[in-house]
Protein backbone atom coordinates (compact mmCIF):
# COMPACT_ATOMS: atom_id res chain seq x y z
CA UNK A 1 0.00 0.00 0.00
CA UNK A 2 1.27 3.48 -1.07
CA UNK A 3 1.84 5.25 2.15
CA UNK A 4 2.88 8.72 0.89
CA UNK A 5 0.37 11.18 -0.14
CA UNK A 6 0.35 9.81 -3.79
CA UNK A 7 -3.22 11.18 -4.69
CA UNK A 8 -5.15 8.82 -7.34
CA UNK A 9 -5.43 11.90 -9.96
CA UNK A 10 -1.57 11.11 -10.11
CA UNK A 11 -2.10 7.81 -10.48
CA UNK A 12 -2.01 6.02 -13.21
CA UNK A 13 -2.47 1.79 -14.02
CA UNK A 14 -3.69 0.66 -17.27
CA UNK A 15 -2.67 -1.77 -20.21
CA UNK A 16 -0.42 -1.29 -23.06
CA UNK A 17 -3.73 -1.20 -25.30
CA UNK A 18 -7.36 -2.00 -25.50
CA UNK A 19 -8.78 -3.50 -28.47
CA UNK A 20 -7.50 -7.11 -28.01
CA UNK A 21 -10.34 -9.79 -29.41
CA UNK A 22 -8.99 -12.52 -27.48
CA UNK A 23 -10.00 -10.32 -24.07
CA UNK A 24 -13.57 -10.97 -24.96
CA UNK A 25 -15.01 -13.51 -23.05
CA UNK A 26 -12.05 -13.30 -20.71
CA UNK A 27 -11.99 -9.59 -19.78
CA UNK A 28 -14.40 -8.30 -21.79
CA UNK A 29 -18.02 -9.58 -21.50
CA UNK A 30 -18.42 -11.90 -24.33
CA UNK A 31 -22.10 -10.10 -25.45
CA UNK A 32 -19.66 -6.59 -25.34
CA UNK A 33 -20.18 -5.10 -28.72
CA UNK A 34 -16.26 -4.16 -30.27
CA UNK A 35 -17.30 -0.48 -30.48
CA UNK A 36 -17.97 -0.08 -26.50
CA UNK A 37 -14.62 -1.83 -25.44
CA UNK A 38 -13.07 1.78 -24.51
CA UNK A 39 -15.85 2.57 -22.29
CA UNK A 40 -15.33 -0.35 -20.10
CA UNK A 41 -12.00 -0.68 -20.31
CA UNK A 42 -12.38 3.11 -19.11
CA UNK A 43 -14.66 2.09 -16.37
CA UNK A 44 -11.81 0.25 -14.65
CA UNK A 45 -8.83 1.80 -15.59
CA UNK A 46 -7.32 5.59 -15.79
CA UNK A 47 -5.05 5.83 -18.50
CA UNK A 48 -3.98 3.89 -21.51
CA UNK A 49 -0.80 3.24 -23.64
CA UNK A 50 -1.18 3.35 -27.42
CA UNK A 51 1.23 1.42 -29.32
CA UNK A 52 -0.10 1.53 -32.18
CA UNK A 53 0.97 4.84 -32.90
CA UNK A 54 4.44 3.21 -33.40
CA UNK A 55 3.33 1.43 -36.05
CA UNK A 56 1.32 3.91 -38.11
CA UNK A 57 0.25 7.44 -38.83
CA UNK A 58 -3.00 8.42 -37.45
CA UNK A 59 -5.55 11.27 -38.53
CA UNK A 60 -6.57 14.02 -36.58
CA UNK A 61 -9.94 13.09 -35.92
CA UNK A 62 -8.69 9.68 -34.76
CA UNK A 63 -6.95 12.08 -32.13
CA UNK A 64 -10.05 14.18 -31.39
CA UNK A 65 -12.07 10.97 -30.98
CA UNK A 66 -9.67 9.41 -28.01
CA UNK A 67 -9.96 13.17 -26.39
CA UNK A 68 -13.88 12.80 -26.77
CA UNK A 69 -14.16 9.34 -25.62
CA UNK A 70 -12.19 9.50 -22.80
CA UNK A 71 -13.75 10.52 -19.23
CA UNK A 72 -12.52 13.62 -16.96
CA UNK A 73 -8.90 12.52 -15.57
CA UNK A 74 -8.28 9.83 -18.14
CA UNK A 75 -5.01 9.84 -19.65
CA UNK A 76 -3.27 8.71 -22.91
CA UNK A 77 0.01 7.71 -23.40
CA UNK A 78 1.47 7.64 -26.65
CA UNK A 79 4.42 5.71 -28.20
CA UNK A 80 6.31 7.78 -30.37
CA UNK A 81 6.88 6.65 -34.36
CA UNK A 82 9.02 4.07 -35.24
CA UNK A 83 10.35 6.41 -38.08
CA UNK A 84 11.91 8.38 -35.70
CA UNK A 85 13.10 5.61 -33.28
CA UNK A 86 13.94 2.24 -35.33
CA UNK A 87 14.55 3.46 -38.79
CA UNK A 88 16.29 6.99 -38.49
CA UNK A 89 17.60 5.80 -34.66
CA UNK A 90 17.26 9.93 -33.50
CA UNK A 91 19.28 11.10 -36.37
CA UNK A 92 17.45 13.43 -38.23
CA UNK A 93 13.86 13.59 -36.66
CA UNK A 94 13.12 17.02 -35.49
CA UNK A 95 10.29 17.34 -38.59
CA UNK A 96 9.26 13.72 -37.83
CA UNK A 97 8.61 14.55 -34.26
CA UNK A 98 7.43 17.81 -34.32
CA UNK A 99 4.83 16.59 -36.49
CA UNK A 100 4.04 13.69 -34.16
CA UNK A 101 3.84 16.61 -31.17
CA UNK A 102 0.99 18.35 -33.08
CA UNK A 103 -1.05 15.00 -33.27
CA UNK A 104 -0.70 13.90 -29.66
CA UNK A 105 -1.36 18.07 -28.38
CA UNK A 106 -4.51 17.46 -30.27
CA UNK A 107 -5.72 15.30 -26.89
CA UNK A 108 -5.28 18.56 -24.75
CA UNK A 109 -5.67 17.88 -20.97
CA UNK A 110 -6.01 13.98 -21.70
CA UNK A 111 -2.52 13.36 -22.95
CA UNK A 112 -0.10 12.18 -20.32
CA UNK A 113 3.47 10.85 -21.96
CA UNK A 114 4.73 10.33 -24.95
CA UNK A 115 6.71 6.96 -24.61
CA UNK A 116 10.41 7.00 -26.88
CA UNK A 117 11.50 3.52 -27.44
CA UNK A 118 15.34 3.12 -28.54
CA UNK A 119 16.35 0.27 -30.59
CA UNK A 120 18.18 -2.25 -28.86
CA UNK A 121 20.84 -1.48 -32.27
CA UNK A 122 20.86 2.35 -31.42
CA UNK A 123 24.12 3.71 -30.89
CA UNK A 124 25.42 5.12 -27.30
CA UNK A 125 25.41 8.84 -28.34
CA UNK A 126 24.56 11.34 -25.61
CA UNK A 127 24.24 14.20 -28.19
CA UNK A 128 21.47 12.57 -30.69
CA UNK A 129 19.73 11.60 -28.01
CA UNK A 130 19.80 15.19 -26.67
CA UNK A 131 19.12 16.88 -29.64
CA UNK A 132 15.98 14.15 -29.92
CA UNK A 133 14.68 15.09 -27.04
CA UNK A 134 14.91 19.26 -27.23
CA UNK A 135 12.96 18.72 -30.66
CA UNK A 136 9.97 17.78 -28.08
CA UNK A 137 7.78 21.26 -27.52
CA UNK A 138 8.07 19.75 -23.66
CA UNK A 139 10.69 17.64 -23.04
CA UNK A 140 9.08 16.89 -19.64
CA UNK A 141 6.52 15.24 -21.33
CA UNK A 142 8.64 12.63 -22.61
CA UNK A 143 9.57 9.13 -21.61
CA UNK A 144 12.29 7.23 -22.25
CA UNK A 145 12.81 3.20 -22.33
CA UNK A 146 16.23 1.95 -23.43
CA UNK A 147 16.23 -1.45 -24.96
CA UNK A 148 19.76 -2.05 -24.59
CA UNK A 149 22.35 -2.05 -21.00
CA UNK A 150 24.97 0.42 -23.22
CA UNK A 151 22.40 3.40 -22.18
CA UNK A 152 22.08 2.72 -18.70
CA UNK A 153 24.75 4.69 -17.52
CA UNK A 154 25.10 7.83 -14.82
CA UNK A 155 25.64 10.29 -17.85
CA UNK A 156 22.57 9.12 -19.72
CA UNK A 157 20.35 9.40 -16.37
CA UNK A 158 22.11 12.83 -15.47
CA UNK A 159 20.95 14.12 -19.16
CA UNK A 160 17.54 13.03 -18.30
CA UNK A 161 17.43 14.21 -15.19
CA UNK A 162 18.32 17.61 -16.74
CA UNK A 163 16.01 18.07 -19.10
CA UNK A 164 12.88 16.77 -16.93
CA UNK A 165 12.78 13.51 -19.24
CA UNK A 166 11.13 10.50 -17.78
CA UNK A 167 13.01 6.93 -17.17
CA UNK A 168 10.88 4.13 -17.96
CA UNK A 169 11.80 1.38 -16.20
CA UNK A 170 11.05 -1.66 -17.16
CA UNK A 171 10.48 -5.78 -16.36
CA UNK A 172 10.57 -8.47 -18.57
CA UNK A 173 12.54 -11.34 -18.86
CA UNK A 174 16.30 -9.22 -19.51
CA UNK A 175 15.56 -6.94 -17.34
CA UNK A 176 14.61 -5.55 -13.50
CA UNK A 177 13.73 -1.76 -12.95
CA UNK A 178 17.00 0.46 -11.51
CA UNK A 179 14.90 2.75 -9.20
CA UNK A 180 15.83 6.09 -11.37
CA UNK A 181 13.59 8.38 -10.93
CA UNK A 182 14.90 11.32 -13.70
CA UNK A 183 11.89 13.26 -13.34
CA UNK A 184 8.29 14.16 -11.44
CA UNK A 185 7.02 11.38 -13.14
CA UNK A 186 8.18 7.55 -12.74
CA UNK A 187 6.81 4.98 -15.28
CA UNK A 188 6.61 1.25 -15.28
CA UNK A 189 6.35 -1.03 -18.16
CA UNK A 190 5.48 -4.91 -17.32
CA UNK A 191 6.30 -7.09 -20.05
CA UNK A 192 6.36 -10.25 -18.16
CA UNK A 193 9.13 -12.56 -16.27
CA UNK A 194 8.82 -15.62 -17.89
CA UNK A 195 8.03 -15.18 -21.24
CA UNK A 196 7.33 -11.56 -22.93
CA UNK A 197 4.08 -10.51 -23.07
CA UNK A 198 3.06 -13.74 -21.65
CA UNK A 199 3.16 -14.26 -18.12
CA UNK A 200 0.78 -13.68 -15.72
CA UNK A 201 1.86 -11.97 -12.53
CA UNK A 202 2.08 -13.66 -9.26
CA UNK A 203 0.56 -12.04 -6.05
CA UNK A 204 4.15 -11.86 -4.46
CA UNK A 205 5.64 -10.10 -7.74
CA UNK A 206 2.89 -7.71 -7.84
CA UNK A 207 3.32 -7.00 -4.14
CA UNK A 208 7.34 -6.19 -5.34
CA UNK A 209 5.84 -4.22 -8.04
CA UNK A 210 4.03 -2.40 -5.82
CA UNK A 211 7.23 -1.28 -3.49
CA UNK A 212 8.94 -0.59 -6.56
CA UNK A 213 5.94 2.21 -6.99
CA UNK A 214 6.54 3.33 -3.21
CA UNK A 215 9.87 3.82 -3.83
CA UNK A 216 9.68 6.21 -6.72
CA UNK A 217 7.47 8.33 -4.75
CA UNK A 218 9.96 8.30 -1.81
CA UNK A 219 12.20 9.59 -4.66
CA UNK A 220 10.17 12.66 -5.53
CA UNK A 221 7.94 11.22 -7.69
CA UNK A 222 4.12 12.74 -7.44
CA UNK A 223 2.87 10.83 -10.67
CA UNK A 224 3.39 7.14 -11.35
CA UNK A 225 2.43 6.19 -14.98
CA UNK A 226 2.25 1.61 -14.73
CA UNK A 227 1.28 -0.23 -17.64
CA UNK A 228 0.91 -4.25 -17.99
CA UNK A 229 1.89 -5.78 -21.67
CA UNK A 230 1.80 -8.81 -21.09
CA UNK A 231 -1.76 -9.11 -23.03
CA UNK A 232 -2.03 -12.93 -23.67
CA UNK A 233 -5.04 -14.78 -22.16
CA UNK A 234 -6.20 -11.15 -20.57
CA UNK A 235 -3.35 -10.81 -18.13
CA UNK A 236 -2.78 -7.68 -18.05
CA UNK A 237 -6.28 -5.94 -17.06
CA UNK A 238 -6.44 -8.92 -14.21
CA UNK A 239 -2.56 -8.10 -12.81
CA UNK A 240 -3.40 -4.52 -13.30
CA UNK A 241 -6.85 -4.73 -11.40
CA UNK A 242 -4.67 -6.57 -8.74
CA UNK A 243 -2.29 -3.70 -8.44
CA UNK A 244 -4.47 -1.10 -8.09
CA UNK A 245 -5.79 -3.40 -5.14
CA UNK A 246 -2.45 -4.33 -3.22
CA UNK A 247 -2.18 -0.36 -3.64
CA UNK A 248 -5.48 0.50 -1.84
CA UNK A 249 -4.99 -2.03 1.19
CA UNK A 250 -7.64 -3.92 0.05
CA UNK A 251 -7.77 -7.84 0.65
CA UNK A 252 -7.13 -9.91 -3.16
CA UNK A 253 -8.41 -12.78 -3.84
Not at 34 to 59: C, D, L, M, P, W
Not at 73 to 86: C, E, Q
Not at 224 to 243: G, K, M, W
Request: charged share 20%; with cysteine; aromatic share 16%.
Amino acid sequence: MIESGLSRPHFYIGTSGWIYPHWQGRFYPSDLPASQRFGYYAQHFNTVEINATFYRTFKDQTYLKWATQAPPGFRYVLKAPKTITHRKYLVEVEEDIRAFWASANLLGEKLGLILLQLAPSTPYDLSRLRNALLAFEDPSRVAVEFRHPRWLTEDTRSLLTELGVTFCEADSPKSRPLGWVTATSAYFRLHGRSHWYYHNYTHDELNEIAHWIQQAVDQGADTVYVFFNNDFEAFAPFNALTLLKILNGEETP
